[in-house]
């Protein structure tokens, strides 16, 4: 994992694919963001709690692309690496069939911080972050 921050094992689930047997293009981005999830609570944030306070992170920007597909019950290993570009939180997150190790998916994923609405900095996001984006 030496070039990945954060990675979490998934097993792909029968009503996540198309009439081609293979995963929807569109379920890969939810693989990302329940990755994303779980790597906020491994920081020690709580999208509801940040919430209430304010500050909401949304994705601004998402780059894909589609390697290999994942076919039923393939387990694979979602993983990322975190950056900050001004603003902007930049999530590298690629995806690796267990079996083989083969890449999958790699996505580029922009957030950017609403604080009360407006596009802002936020220092919770900073601190929990700070070993990741120095």
Request: proline share 1%; glycine share 6%; net charge negative.
């Amino acid at each position: 994992m030496n070039q990945y921050h954060f990675e979490t094992r998934m097993e792909v689930r029968d009503y996540e694919c198309d009439i081609e047997g293979i995963v929807n293009n569109a379920q890969y981005i939810h693989y990302c963001e329940h990755t994303r999830h779980l790597f906020l609570k491994q920081c020690g944030l709580s999208f509801a709690e940040m919430h209430q306070k304010g500050v909401d992170a949304v994705v601004a920007r998402m780059q894909l692309q589609y390697k290999v597909p994942l076919r039923p019950d393939d387990e694979f290993i979602s993983r990322l690496r975190l950056e900050k570009e001004g603003l902007k939180y930049v999530f590298h997150q690629d995806i690796f069939r267990a079996s083989d190790e083969q890449l999958c998916f790699r996505g580029k994923i922009e957030l950017v911080c609403l604080v009360n609405g407006r596009l802002g900095q936020s220092e919770d996001y900073d601190r929990a972050f700070e070993k990741y984006i120095r």
